[in-house]
């Protein structure tokens, strides 16, 4: 199972391609980010992915359209790239918070220049 790390990653990719941003926008939750509930996210993200969350399903299912692409096609072109901005800046905060939780990275000494692989040893 993918973590939230990589839901958003994976967004983020499909919001960087070419094309106008709404199919984008609408492509990268529904495949992503759809299945995901606010309370999965750390605590300080969830405010800022309910926003999100509510402003992609305000809209009512017309059709054969479904709520959520009605909503996409309704908004601004601005209201769609402050959206898809907002997908960006959770994935940079996840980022910031997988760093802090993040074990440092052990650096091993080598005692002498017998144990140093040949390659190194001519150096």
């Not at 309910?50 to 096609?73: E, F, I, K, N, P």
């Not at 601005?78 to 440092?104: S, T």
Request: with cysteine.
């Amino acid at each position: 199972m993918r973590d939230q790390w990589e839901r958003f990653r994976d967004a983020s990719v499909v919001l960087a391609g070419g094309g106008p941003v709404k199919p984008r926008l609408l492509q990268a939750f529904q495949e992503h980010l759809a299945d995901l509930s606010p309370e999965d996210l750390p605590r300080e993200l969830r405010g800022q992915y309910a926003a999100l969350t509510a402003a992609l399903h305000s809209g009512r299912r017309t059709g054969t359209l479904d709520a959520m692409s009605v909503s996409v096609l309704k908004m601004s072109e601005a209201d769609a790239c402050r959206h898809a901005q907002d997908i960006v800046r959770i994935f940079g905060d996840l980022n910031e918070f997988g760093a802090a939780n993040r074990p440092a990275a052990v650096l091993r000494a080598v005692p002498d220049r017998d144990d140093l692989p040949a390659f190194l040893n001519r150096a």
